[in-house]
């Protein structure tokens, strides 16, 4: 319950009161305390006994109120309440967006009276809180004697009503604003990914409990330069332009999935996934397939020299010499898997033996030259597009050429008769990238994560698909070499794969 000092007069000086008024309403931004000052400041500028302060919602409803009645029991405040805003001044104003002055309440049709109230009112006034054409609150204003205000009063009331309203907008935006960050510092500490946030000066801002785990950090690193976390694991991350995705080692051998994004306003995020335990499963499957694969070698050769003997016999039948040939023909494209198989298996175990300074731009028409007649049996056109002088890269001149080759075997593949392939080199800064176009049917986005997975393929998606390695091994090739894939397409629009490589980078570590 608010109350009028009855020892002070109202202020002759409006502007003085309105200036006051401001200076109250902007002393602080929650929502409650500015609710209150809005009632007792205005019950003190107005000489009011009491008065009312009711927030609304879009519809109307009242969500938060102060009301004069104190000795109202809490169980009742609610049916008081609507029963002032569907027949008292208050629901008036509303319903009529102005304010409204009671001269004589026991002669006003607008004011409701309650039985058994201890609170005399003669006479009322009451102003609603207007902001973007929606009426946000009523401020209600109440005197024991009739023909206690006046329509300076009143005017006095609208005043104060609209800065009140300004005052109480910005509380909730404020309160809004406050209970997201809190809803969203809850979801963020709850993740079991790890995230690092910081300014737009790289020094952390926060992290959550799984970074500091992943991190393996001592102590809250607020404040501290990004670079100085991990033994110095980000520095290199944080040193190129988001938005990054890659895997990051640490010194402890633990491997993580990191997303770095920039944040509207400056600064970064940073999302780790410890995939130290996905990636020991992986090896244990690669070398599985790689033995089995290596076991399969033995009994396959002496199946395919015996399917070579029964094809050779004079006495076999035509439809029976045509079965041998088949047999040949898959024994082939088995041992042609097999040999992939261990392929990809001896690129994993470390390349870096072979690196030495290698001009693409050779290894670009090569490759090229290579595919020619593959492409003219086709009607394919296929072009070669230069955009400047290449740079030498540190790598292996034969597993660039398998590289590209996938690639480009690939695009002549699900290209179709009487289309274009182009293969396009470029040398950004730090980076050289090489992109081969092609006017193939496309991808769907949603399938563009299987990819470059082993053995994936998209079934019923994609027409004359291999065994699902050509694009694994493109992946594995160029993240030895410490650059990263991509692939842009579109259903009907052709697709764009391609990779990137740092101009000057040291041997890639060799896996044990």
Known sequence: MSTADTSSSPPSDRVHVLYEVTRQFASTLELEAVLGKVLETTVRAVAADAGSIFQLDANGFVTRSILARGDVPARVGRPIVDAVMSEGLAGWVFRERAAALIRDTRRDPRWHFFPDDKLVTLSAMAAPLVRQDRVIGIVTMMHHEPAAFGDADLELLAAIAAQAAVAIENATHYEEARRERARLAAVIASVQDGIVETDADDRVVRVNPAAVRALGLAADPSGQPIAALADGALAALYAEAPPIARELVL??????????????????????????????????????????????????????????????????????????????????????LIDVVLDVGRIEMGIAAEFEQVALERVLQMVLAAHEAPARRKNIALALELCDALPPVHGSAIRLEQAIANLLGNALKFTPPGGTVRVRAAHDGEWLSVHVHDSGPGIAPALHGQLFRKFSTLGEHREHEGNGLGLAIVRTLVEAHGGRVSVESEVGRGSVFGFRLPVSAPPAPERT
């Not at 920039?262 to 992986?282: A, Y």
């Not at 004079?314 to 047999?327: C, F, G, K, N, Y």
């Open 251 to 336: 010194a402890d051998g633990r491997v993580l999935d990191c997303a770095l994004v920039e944040l509207p306003g400056g600064g970064k995020l940073l999302g780790m996934h410890d995939i130290s335990t996905l990636k020991h499963l992986d090896a244990l499957k690669s070398e599985f397939v790689a033995h089995v694969a290596h076991d399969l070698r033995a009994p396959l050769g002496v199946i395919q020299g015996n399917a070579w003997l029964l094809a050779d016999l004079p006495q076999l039948a035509d439809d029976d010499r045509s079965v041998a040939r088949e047999i040949l023909d898959a024994i082939q494209r088995m041992r042609s």
